[in-house]
């Protein structure tokens, strides 16, 4: 399958989770911002941090997203790591963008994974 990174699917796994179709375990949410547990998970932390906002990536989530909305965001991901309890230990911050990352899901999202010794930044 060859996914389209150019334009927003709006039947995309994390819109549907966004408009109540699919089910979630809700982490966090405020006006912009959505988090749950990943499917999965690859740690036993595994969070993942969506914006409300139609955005592929962190490229277009970047360019076109307000202000507000991208520190609210970035805020957002600090308190869910502090919320978790993993901000003192450590953790680990992924935003794959794109097929050579590996990206599945073409909405903007950010991981957090934590809760093990989480190895080598890339695997060989
Ligand atoms: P990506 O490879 O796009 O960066 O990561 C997508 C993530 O979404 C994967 O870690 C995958 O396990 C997770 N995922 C896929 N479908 C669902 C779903 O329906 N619910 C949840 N909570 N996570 C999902």
Not at 102 to 124: D, M
Request: proline letters at 5%; charged letters at 20%; one cysteine or more.
């Amino acid at each position: 399958m060859t996914m389209d990174f150019e334009t927003y699917d709006d039947d995309n796994i994390f819109a549907k989770i966004l408009l109540g179709e699919l089910p979630n375990t809700t982490v966090y949410e405020d006006e912009h911002v959505l988090a749950f547990n990943d499917i999965a998970p690859q740690a036993p932390v595994h969070v993942l941090v969506i914006p409300k906002g139609r955005y592929i990536a962190h490229d277009d989530f970047h360019r076109d997203a307000s202000d507000e909305e991208i520190v609210a965001f970035w805020r957002a991901v600090t308190a869910i790591c502090s919320d978790l309890g993993v901000a003192a230990e450590g953790h680990r911050l992924i935003a794959n963008q794109g097929a050579a990352s590996g990206q599945l899901v073409p909405h903007f999202h950010v991981h957090i994974l934590a809760g093990k010794n989480l190895g080598p930044l890339i695997a060989t």
